[in-house]
């Protein structure tokens, strides 16, 4: 099920995610080029437990997240989530 873009802010305000374009986004930072690799391949395996994959652009030093539902058209719990996962495994 959809949730509303005012549930989205509530949920993952806090954690610097971004809701726009019927998805939510965020942006990692690291140290170290194989510091971002090595945080892809942990979402990686969380994306396959969990069955819901984000869309990921890997630059220098810099990890670019994007969840949406591609099958609901939006933002569903699952989404949010995969979002509160990723936090964790950045920390």
């Known amino acids: 099920m ?4 005012d549930e989205i802010k ?7 995610w971004k809701y726009a374009d019927k998805k939510i986004f965020k942006s990692f930072t690291f140290e170290a080029y194989m510091d971002g690799i090595d945080f892809v ?4 395996e969380l994306a396959e437990m969990h069955n819901h994959h984000p869309d990921i652009i ?4 810099k990890v670019d997240i994007n969840i949406t539902s591609h ?5 569903t719990t699952k989404c949010v989530n995969l979002a509160t996962g ?3 495994i950045s920390k």
């Open 86 to 88: 990723i936090d964790h």
């Open 58 to 61: 890997i630059g220098w030093c």
């Open 10 to 16: 509530k949920s993952l305000s806090s954690h610097d």
């Open 41 to 44: 391949n942990k979402i990686a």
């Open 2 to 5: 959809l949730i509303s873009p």
């Open 71 to 75: 099958d609901r058209g939006g933002v």
